[in-house]
Nanobody, 112 residues
């Protein structure tokens, strides 16, 4: 079973940017759908963005126009570029594909 390791989180001021990375333990070339989720304290896990093997993307309403998901199959990596960050974006971010387990995630904190 493929496993993912997320990185790139941190503390950033409102309006700032971060790029998250998700490295898979094996090739992702055959994985059709990949996604980023997030979970804030006391809240349910929320779908942030999805990307297909062919590069088609979808975004949650709260991040449309600010976040961009991309994938590099040659590097077994999925990215999440986050711009114009808001305090409500504070959460642990996870990448996932159908049939896989949740990883440790990476903490993103947006605060002045």
């Amino acid at each position: 079973q493929v496993q993912f390791v997320e990185s790139g989180g941190g503390l950033v001021q409102p309006g700032g940017s971060l790029r998250l990375s998700c490295v898979a333990s094996r090739s992702i070339s055959s994985i059709v759908n990949m996604a980023w989720f997030r979970q804030a304290p006391g809240k349910e896990r929320e779908l942030v963005a999805t990307i297909t093997w062919g590069g088609s993307t979808n975004y949650g309403d709260s991040v449309k126009g600010r976040f961009t998901i991309s994938r590099d199959n040659a590097k077994n990596t999925v990215y999440l570029q986050m711009n114009s960050l808001k305090p409500e974006d504070t959460a642990v971010y996870y990448c996932w594909s159908p049939g896989t387990s949740w990883g440790q995630g990476t903490q993103v904190t947006v605060s002045s």
